[in-house]
């Protein structure tokens, strides 16, 4: 079992700048893909970023891409999405989430586990 813990999520306004943190429970971090989801109000939960194992092929939304930076520190557990910026549409309850895997995984179904999610508000 891996435990996932959000957090740095907050009230911004348009143009400022969020680091998001993921912090995984166990010993077994470093052989997890890792990836990050948002979820509107009324909309599905949708892709953001992912990242393999070892912190290499990271891959975007094309809605983030050049602005959102996905980065991983195996020694601390911990995944990291630096998100620059920011516009009201990113505005989101955004999710990590893990599976035992040597690639990245781009769909919600790929995922064994969930964070509860940290609430990112971007006013215009």
């Known amino acids: 079992q891996v435990q996932l813990v959000e957090s740095g999520g907050g009230l911004v306004q348009a143009g400022d700048s969020l680091r998001l943190s993921c912090t995984a429970s166990?010993?077994?971090?470093?052989?997890?893909?890792m990836g990050w989801f948002r979820q509107a109000p009324g909309k599905e939960r949708e892709f953001v970023a992912a990242i393999n194992w070892s912190g290499g092929l990271p891959v975007y939304a094309d809605s983030v891409k050049g602005r959102f930076t996905i980065s991983r520190d195996n020694a601390k557990n911990t995944v990291y999405l630096q998100m620059n910026t920011l516009q009201p549409e990113d505005t989101a309850v955004y999710y990590c989430?893990?599976?035992?895997?040597?690639?990245?995984?781009?769909?919600?179904?790929?995922?064994?586990?969930w964070g509860q999610g940290t609430q990112v508000t971007v006013s215009s």
């Open positions: 989430a893990a599976r035992p895997s040597i690639i990245v995984h781009r769909t919600t179904y790929e995922y064994d586990y």
């Open positions: 166990g010993r077994t971090f470093s052989t997890y893909a």
